[in-house]
């Protein structure tokens, strides 16, 4: 069993930051990523950013230059920082982990709950 458990959501006035932390536990032999998608009222889930194991990192273009990811390897952590954050930023923000739970096991992707980031405009 895989949980993930988020944390940092919340409300911040447009211009401002927030950072989000995910804590990957359990049965994990292997991650091959770690990311956050989030899904605003009425839209479909899209990928806000991404990081491999090794390190190389995606974002979405509506992010770049405003967003950083980050990981902690050794502490199975993966976290978002949002700088000046603006209102189309409010969404529910989900972790994503690419894991491998047993050296032989197949790739699966777990997800967390969801943390609230609400932008006043």
């Known amino acids: 069993q895989v949980q993930l458990v988020e944390s940092g959501g919340g409300l911040v006035q447009a211009g401002g930051s927030l950072r989000l932390s995910c804590l990957a536990s359990?049965?994990?032999?292997?991650?091959?990523?770690m990311g956050w998608y989030r899904q605003a009222p009425g839209k479909q889930r899209e990928l806000v950013a991404t990081?491999?194991?090794?390190?190389?990192?995606n974002y979405a273009e509506s992010v770049k230059g405003r967003f950083t990811i980050s990981r902690d390897n050794a502490k199975t952590a993966v976290y978002l920082g949002m700088d000046s954050l603006k209102f189309e930023d409010t969404a529910v923000y989900y972790c994503s982990v690419g894991l491998r739970r047993h050296p032989t096991s197949v790739n699966e992707v777990y997800w967390g709950q969801g943390t609230q980031v609400t932008v006043s405009s």
């Open positions: 359990g049965s994990i032999f292997s991650i091959n990523y």
């Open positions: 990081i491999t194991s090794g390190g190389s990192t």
